[in-house]
């Protein structure tokens, strides 16, 4: 069966639809052409993936751009948030998977293809449970703030942009995706509510972030694209990061 793919935002649905509550709601857009739709089948004539290291991790990432244009992240054999593109060459270059973990809904993609594809389950926070377009028994829903992963990973919910909002912790390494937004310069973080419309968290979410990671330290933050990434003192920058955002929002711009 052929499913439906939201062209903007990348993710796929499990019935025939007319709207796409994601790109509906305040954090998405839906654009002025209006909505459009596509398939695997029709991604897969158009599009390939492109796998290869992006500091220290396995990145694949789908060319040309495609809905967001996020680039996931392979963590020994845990898939870090998704993309929609998923072929036999991908499949053969990925090998094997235990689990796949995606940080918010914006990269949900065809998270239930590479479940089937791999026989493994998705886990998401179930605070984001509404906003599954696709829902099938691959998908695993984890509560409170932190999911063991094991072999020294774990997941951490932040909320803020979502309210499952999650991230990967290992040993030096935070994945994010854009819950904590990697900026240009490397030396702040950026947190928000809708990127694409400019609306921003509420203070509280802002530390409720800071809280959540404070007692992980860290060193490198892998953000949502390629070569999104602070190298070094990223707990650091997290934390400074968070004190800005409230002094901005006191009126105290630095």
């Known amino acids: 069966m052929s499913y439906p793919i939201c062209v903007t935002c990348g993710v796929q649905y ?3 639809v007319s709207a796409c509550p994601v790109c509906e709601d305040a954090r998405q857009y839906v654009p002025v052409g209006g909505q459009e739709w596509t398939s695997l089948e029709a991604l ?3 599009h390939a993936n492109e796998i290869r290291d992006d500091h220290g991790l396995v990145g694949i990432g789908t060319t040309p751009k495609f809905g967001i244009g996020q680039r996931a992240l392979l963590v020994e054999d845990v898939l870090w948030d998704c ?4 072929d036999d060459d991908t499949a053969a270059q990925v090998g094997s998977l235990r689990a796949i973990a995606i940080s918010h809904p914006h990269y949900y993609s065809s998270m239930v293809e ?5 026989d493994c389950p998705v886990l998401l926070h179930e605070a984001d449970r509404q906003w599954v377009m696709r829902p099938d028994a691959a998908i695993e829903y984890w509560s409170g703030d932190t999911y063991d992963l094991g072999r020294g990973m774990t997941l951490i919910r932040c909320g803020g942009h979502f309210a499952g909002g999650t991230v990967l912790h ?3 390494d935070l994945l994010t995706g854009d819950i904590v937004q990697v900026i240009p310069d490397r030396e702040w973080v950026a947190f928000m509510y809708s990127f694409p419309n400019f609306i921003p968290l509420p203070g509280s979410s802002v530390q409720a972030v800071g809280a959540a990671l404070e007692p992980f330290a860290f060193e490198r933050i892998h953000g949502a694209w390629w ?3 602070i190298e070094a003192d990223g707990s650091n920058i997290v934390r400074r990061s968070v004190e800005r955002y409230l002094a901005a929002l006191d009126g105290n711009l630095m």
């Open 44 to 46: 897969r004539a158009s």
């Open 83 to 86: 993309v929609t593109l998923l």
């Open 114 to 118: 590479w479940a089937r594809a791999f």
């Open 14 to 16: 499990g019935a025939a």
């Open 170 to 172: 290992r040993g030096t």
């Open 227 to 229: 070569g999104a990434v």
